[in-house]
């Protein structure tokens, strides 16, 4: 699969007009300008931004309560997730 057109985030900086190739479950290649031609499935991202690998372990209790008051700690709070 390749995702196109997007606001790519990596290490280095901001690539605009940026691609992101997956295989299988992996991320397979990064970069701007022209995508490779040879992806099976595009997907155009009209300038969204788009961060490979980041993963978002921001979380909240239900119905507005901290994770950390309904079990004592952080390891309750690492298994809710």
Known sequence: MLLTNARVVTPAGVREAGWVRIAGDRISGVGSGPPPPDAPTCHELGGRWLVPGFIDLHVHGG?????????????????AV
């Open 63 to 79: 119905g507005g309560h901290a994770m950390l008051a309904w079990g004592g700690g952080p390891g309750w709070c690492g298994r």
